[in-house]
Nanobody
Framework: QVQLQESGPGLVKPSQTLSLTCTVS??????????YNWIRQPPGKGLEWMGV???????YSRPSLKSRTSISRDTSKNQFTLQLSSVTPEATAVYYC???????????WGQGTQVTVSS
């Protein structure tokens, strides 16, 4: 059974960098042909896809966030990470990591982690 677990600080100050890690168990992040996403949900709003890293390490970020977003991975730890720089209170949200499959479905989700941006 594949499991994803987000971790990181729950409180970030404005202008700082938000850093989250997703630890994957039950399957390798280098396994064909899966891709791993970061998605967030601000309070009272819908889900927003932020970016992806696939099984080969290719990354792509939402264009509106691209200049401030970095997605990477540590294959030795079976983890992938999100860094979002220069955050404002608008970045306050529940952040999820997900796995997508070759059918373009999100088949596994982490439980989500609340991140609040506040001074």
């Amino acid at each position: 059974q594949v499991q994803l677990q987000e971790s990181g600080p729950g409180l970030v100050k404005p202008s700082q960098t938000l850093s989250l890690t997703c630890t994957v168990s039950g399957g390798s992040i280098t396994g064909n042909y899966y891709y791993y996403n970061w998605i967030r949900q601000p309070p009272g709003k819908g889900l927003e896809w932020m970016g992806v890293i696939n099984y080969s390490g290719y990354t792509y970020s939402r264009p509106s966030l691209k200049s401030r977003t970095s997605i990477s991975r540590d294959t030795s730890k079976n983890q992938f990470t999100l860094q979002l720089s220069s955050v404002t209170p608008e970045a306050t949200a529940v952040y999820y990591c997900t796995r997508g499959n070759s059918g373009y479905e999100y088949d596994y989700w982490g439980q989500g982690t609340q991140v609040t941006v506040s001074s």
